[in-house]
């Protein structure tokens, strides 16, 4: 679907999941300048990527996806200024690797230690938690926690039964 923008260009839309709900690109195109970002096709197309991945991605994998739209170099930096934008999530789930995924929801994860396989988890600790950890670290405050579970999916666990 094409719609026509006051300048008399035309701008594409490309619906996407993204946590359960649709996005269009004028949305990212408007999230991006809300973060503080231009808008460029690079930087739409790779956004679009991480919205619409089932579970996050790594910088190899997405220039995979975009099909020569960008080089490596280039999506680190747009990675960059994503997270620093709130845009994106950085997951370092192991030292050797380090993922990104779509701001969405508050969610952890559950990974699985044999095939890699990156589950969102919509379950959260209780803010008791939080209160608690924040006390006996002797913090002012807690603003954010992030939560990874390990162990083996149960296509995994047959496999090694």
């Not at 006051?6 to 195109?29: D, L, P, Q, W």
């Not at 370092?92 to 589950?119: K, M, N």
């Amino acid at each position: 679907m094409r719609i026509s923008v006051a300048n008399g260009s035309h701008v594409e839309i490309v619906k996407m999941r993204y946590h359960g709900g649709m996005k269009e690109t004028a949305t990212i195109t408007a999230d991006l300048k809300q973060a503080g970002l231009r808008a460029t096709k690079q930087r739409v197309a790779l956004l679009a990527l991480l919205r619409g991945a089932p579970m996050p991605l790594g910088v190899e994998d997405l220039v995979r996806k975009g099909k020569n739209s960008f080089d490596t170099a280039t999506a680190y930096r747009m990675l960059e200024a994503f997270v620093e934008g709130g845009l994106v999530r950085r997951l370092a789930f192991s030292r050797d690797r380090t993922l990104y995924e779509a701001q969405g929801t508050h969610h952890h994860h559950a990974i699985c230690t044999s095939c890699a396989t990156i589950v969102d988890v919509e379950a959260c600790l209780p803010r008791t938690l939080d209160e608690r950890v924040r006390s006996t670290a002797g913090f002012a405050s807690i603003t954010d926690h992030a939560l990874e579970f390990f162990g083996l999916c149960k296509a995994c666990s047959r496999k090694q039964s």
